[in-house]
């Protein structure tokens, strides 16, 4: 299977409830990322977090990573309906150099 | 450019036809990705420039696949006898070396549909 897989496929929630999205990898890493989609176009960058990093904020985001379990997670606080996308990790790794491995995403629904 | 620039939004061709997909990255931007990616799935991967070189070609499906970069800024994919399991959207970004904390700059990619 593909590495960097995203749980849940798909998330419905309403308007200030928090969103949670967890990524799964295999391979040793570099860097971790988080894009979000709309309408299936192109990717806009979130935030990165490194390898030795276990928690990093930029506003309404807050990612995880735990290296141990391979796995980060995506909080998007105090949701709002323009936050309906698609949620993509990719990681970057010391066998696949820059080049990205994305998971399938996970689609987010926020109701108003 | 202000972004990453691809032409065009849309293609329809025909199976069996020649298309290119071009992509203008951000100047100053050395590094530079193909992406394709097909209906409810993540991006996968293609090819990878690092100026005027294809430093990681390993993600291109077959030989009917190519793609140039000659003066290390404007790159061109390039799909031969173009089949309908090639019916994708085409994602270039572009980046400072490594990525570093600002990650990758996508464009809007090219939507090909072959009939």
């Known amino acids: 299977s593909q590495q960097g897989e995203e749980d849940p496929q798909a998330l419905s929630i309403q308007e200030g409830e928090n969103a949670t999205m967890n990524c799964s990898y295999k391979?040793?890493?570099?860097?971790l990322q988080w894009y979000r989609q709309n309408s299936g176009r192109g990717l806009v960058h979130l935030i990165l977090?490194?390898?030795?990093?276990r928690e990093k904020h930029s506003g309404r985001l807050r990612v995880t990573l735990d290296t141990s379990k391979k796995s980060s997670s995506l909080l998007i606080t105090a949701s709002r309906a323009a936050d309906t996308a698609s949620y993509f990790c990719?990681?970057?790794?010391?066998?696949?150099?820059?080049?990205?491995?994305f998971g399938e995403g996970t689609q987010l629904t926020v109701n108003p | 450019g202000a972004g990453v620039s691809q032409t065009p939004s849309n293609k329809v061709t025909e199976k069996g036809k020649y298309v290119e997909l071009r992509c203008d990255p951000i100047?100053?931007?050395?590094?530079l990705y193909w992406y394709r990616q097909s209906l409810g799935q993540g991006p996968e991967f293609l090819i990878y420039?690092?100026?005027?070189?294809?430093?990681?070609d390993s993600g291109l499906p077959n030989d009917r696949f190519f793609a140039v970069r000659p003066e290390g800024s404007v790159s061109t994919l390039k799909i031969q006898r173009t089949e309908r399991g090639d019916s994708a959207v085409y994602l270039c970004?572009?980046?400072?070396?490594?990525?570093?904390?600002?990650?990758?700059?996508f464009g809007s990619g090219t939507r090909l549909t072959v009939v």
């Open positions: 391979t040793s890493i570099n860097n």
């Open positions: 977090i490194r390898s030795n990093e």
């Open positions: 420039f690092q100026g005027t070189g294809a430093a990681d």
């Open positions: 100047s100053g931007h050395t590094a």
């Open positions: 970004a572009s980046s400072s070396l490594g990525g570093g904390a600002n990650g990758y700059t």
């Open positions: 990719a990681t970057d790794g010391e066998t696949s150099g820059s080049r990205l491995t």
